[in-house]
C-alpha cells in the first residue's frame, strides 16, 4: 500500500482541502505531474486545469486557474490563484473562471503565453464537460 502525504488545498477565498493523500495529479505550467510520497522537493507554477487528489475517501478533483505548488516528501500545498471543487462547478462558473485568466492573459505582451493561457482554457473546458 502507498504511503501518503498532507494535502493542503488553498485560494484568496477559502481552504479548499486539508487531508492525507496517496497522489496528486498536478496540471504544472511545464506538464502534468504526479506526487506521492517521497517525491523530491519541488516547487512549480500551475496553469488552468483540473487538480486531482487520491486519498482515504476516493478521488476528488479541483479546477485551479493557476498559483504554485510546493511539493516535499511528506507533503504538497497548492496556493491557486482561483479553485472550484469540479462538483461545484457550473457553466455560470466556468466562464467566470476563463474570463478572468483570459483578461489576465491579455494584458501580457506576449502573444504566446496568452496563446498557450487559451489552449489551457479549451482543455480544461473539455476536461470538466462544460
Request: glycine fraction near 8%; hydrophobic fraction near 50%.
Amino acid at each position: 500500500m502507498a504511503g501518503s502525504v498532507q494535502f493542503n488545498l488553498v485560494s484568496p477565498e477559502r481552504r479548499l482541502a486539508s487531508f492525507p493523500a496517496t497522489e496528486v495529479q498536478i496540471p504544472g505550467a511545464m506538464g502534468d505531474m504526479t506526487a506521492m510520497e517521497g517525491h523530491a522537493p519541488t516547487i512549480t507554477t500551475l496553469r488552468p486545469g483540473v487538480l486531482r487528489v487520491a486519498g482515504a475517501e476516493g478521488t476528488k478533483a479541483y479546477v485551479v486557474t493557476g498559483g504554485f505548488a510546493e511539493i516535499t516528501a511528506t507533503g504538497i500545498s497548492v496556493l491557486a490563484e482561483q479553485a472550484v471543487p469540479v462538483e461545484e462547478l457550473t457553466s455560470a462558473t466556468l466562464d467566470a473562471l476563463v474570463a478572468d485568466v483570459n483578461a489576465a492573459a491579455a494584458i501580457t505582451a506576449d502573444k504566446d503565453t496568452a496563446d498557450k493561457t487559451a489552449s489551457d482554457l479549451a482543455a480544461l473546458r473539455e476536461a470538466v464537460g462544460l
